[in-house]
């Protein structure tokens, strides 16, 4: 399997993305609600039932210089509730501006998060 998903966390609003190792190709799927990282995880199900990746891209924030903040630490935290929930490898990837890059949509960010990821396995 070469299917790999993007995702750009958020409090609220969390982008998803598609995204396949052999065409080195990234698209939005969809932006999920929940304020609640269980939440998260549940409306999560079904999307990686539907699409089994063997990898799972989460965006990592950071200050622009670099340094973490509350942000960086939440992710880390769903990318171990990622890898124990649904037995599949996390890759943490800066997500530094991909929220200018996307416009503000997240699904976009999520699948420019993703495209960044694919070009640096490639």
């Known amino acids: 399997m070469s299917v790999v998903i993007g995702i ?3 409090l609220r609003r969390t982008g998803i ?3 396949n190792h052999i065409t ?3 698209r939005p799927l969809k932006t999920l609600i929940a304020d609640k990282r269980l939440r998260l995880l549940d409306l999560l199900e079904p999307i990686i039932a539907e699409w089994q990746p063997d990898t799972i891209v989460l965006g990592l924030p950071s200050h622009p210089d670099g340094a973490e903040h509350e942000m960086t630490r939440a992710a880390r935290n769903l990318a171990r509730a990622l890898e124990k929930r649904f037995n ?3 890759m943490l990837i800066d997500e530094r501006y991909s929220s200018v890059d996307s416009g503000g949509d997240d699904a976009k960010a999520a699948a420019v998060i993703l495209q960044r990821f694919l070009q640096q396995t490639s």
């Open 8 to 10: 750009d966390y958020g």
């Open 17 to 19: 993305a598609i995204g």
């Open 24 to 26: 080195q190709t990234a």
């Open 88 to 90: 599949t490898p996390v």
